[in-house]
C-alpha cells in the first residue's frame, strides 16, 4: 500500500517565489504524515488565470495585457532551473511530487506560456514534463499547444504515473496511449469541478482499469491579490468561492475512497494499492486482450516540435 496526498491549496496568486513556498510546506507536511506522493492541481504555480473565463476574449484589452505579463513573469523557465526548490523539497523528504505550473518557455522565443504538469522523482529529477495539448476555449489567448513528448508514463515507488490536464481528459486518443503504457495512477489535475467531472474520472477508472487521481483548483476571492486589475467587478466581494476544488481519489473501477473535497482547503490523503490495476484488467483490458489491433490502430507522435531548426 501506499499514502497519497491530493493538495488542495491555493497559490499565492501571480508570485512564483511564494507559491513554490508554500508548496514546499505542503510537501513537508504529507511527508510527515507518510504521504509518498504528492500531486498539486493545474496550473499551480502561480495560478490558474481564471480571470479568462470573465473578461471578454479579444476584450478588456488593458486588464488582460496586464494580467498576462504579471502571469508571464511568476511562470517557471524549467531550462533556468527555477523548479529547483520543489526538487530539492522530493529530493530532501524522498518522495514524488506531480505539479501543475504555467511554464515559459526558455528555449526559443521566451515569451510564449504553456499549461503545463511535471512529475518530480524522489531524486529531485524531473522525470517527465507534459504541455496540454489544447488549451480549451479561452485558455488559447493565454497557452501554447503542448506536443506528444510528454505523452508518457513514468515508472515511480508510487506506481507507473501518467498524466492529463483537466479537459484534455476528454480525448479518448489521449487516455488510450496512457492506458497502453501500462498507466497505474492516472493523474487528472483541473479546474474543472462538481458531479459531471466527477463522473468522468469514474468512467475512467473504469475503462482504464487504474487509480484516477483527480487534483482540483480551490480559490476563494480572499486569494485575489488587492491590486489585480478591476478586482471589484471581476469578483465581486458577494462571491466567496471562485472555484470548489472537488479534488477526488478513485480506484480501479470507478468507487470513490476519498473525496470530493468541496469547498475546503488541505490535505486530501489516500490508501492505495498500485497492484489493483493490473488486477482490475482481468475483465477488461482495452489495451490489452480487449483490443482488436487487426481493426484499430493509434499511432502517437511523440517528438518534440518545434518552428525552427538549426543545422
Given at each position: ?5 491530493i ?6 496568486l501571480?508570485?512564483?517565489q511564494?507559491t ?9 507536511q504529507?511527508?510527515?504524515?507518510g ?69 515559459r ?75 497502453a503504457?501500462?498507466?497505474?495512477l ?24 487504474c ?18 486589475p ?19 481519489v ?17 490535505l ?18 482495452v ?16 517528438q518534440?516540435?518545434s ?5
Open positions: 500500500m501506499q499514502k497519497i496526498a493538495a488542495q491549496a491555493s497559490p499565492v501571480l508570485d512564483r511564494e513554490l513556498n508554500r508548496a514546499i510546506t505542503l510537501v513537508e504529507a511527508a510527515s504524515e504521504a509518498r506522493l504528492v500531486v498539486f492541481p493545474e496550473a499551480f504555480i502561480s495560478g490558474y488565470p481564471a480571470w479568462i473565463w470573465r473578461l471578454r476574449p479579444g476584450g478588456d484589452w488593458g486588464a488582460s495585457e496586464a494580467l498576462h505579463t504579471r502571469l508571464l513573469n511568476s511562470a517557471v523557465d524549467l531550462d533556468a532551473n527555477e523548479l529547483e526548490p520543489l526538487c530539492e523539497a522530493a529530493r530532501k523528504n524522498k518522495l514524488t511530487i506531480v505539479c501543475g505550473l504555467n511554464e518557455d526558455g528555449k526559443l522565443s521566451k515569451a510564449t506560456l504553456y499549461n503545463s504538469v511535471v512529475i518530480i522523482g524522489e531524486d529531485g529529477s524531473i522525470l517527465n514534463r507534459h504541455r496540454k495539448l489544447m488549451p480549451t476555449n479561452p485558455e488559447r489567448m493565454v497557452w501554447g499547444f503542448g506536443d506528444g513528448s510528454g505523452l508518457k508514463v513514468v515508472d515511480t515507488p508510487p506506481g507507473k504515473i501518467g498524466t492529463l490536464l483537466c479537459w484534455e481528459n476528454y480525448m479518448p486518443l489521449a487516455r488510450y496511449s496512457l492506458y503504457q501500462g498507466v497505474e492516472y493523474i487528472a489535475p483541473t479546474y474543472d469541478s462538481g458531479d459531471g467531472w466527477v463522473g468522468s474520472m469514474q468512467h475512467i477508472a473504469r475503462e482504464g482499469r487509480w484516477v487521481i483527480s487534483s482540483g483548483v480551490i480559490l476563494e476571492n480572499s486569494d485575489i491579490p488587492s491590486d489585480f478591476d478586482k471589484g467587478s471581476v469578483y465581486p466581494e458577494s462571491e466567496k468561492w471562485i472555484n470548489p476544488g472537488d479534488s477526488v478513485i480506484a480501479p473501477g470507478g468507487e470513490i475512497v476519498a473525496g470530493p473535497m468541496h469547498e475546503e482547503k488541505g486530501l490523503y489516500a490508501e492505495i494499492d498500485p497492484a489493483r490495476a493490473a488486477t482490475a484488467k482481468r475483465a477488461l483490458d489495451s490489452g486482450h480487449y483490443a482488436r489491433p487487426d481493426i484499430f490502430e493509434l499511432q502517437v507522435n511523440t518534440t516540435q518552428p525552427i531548426k538549426f543545422k
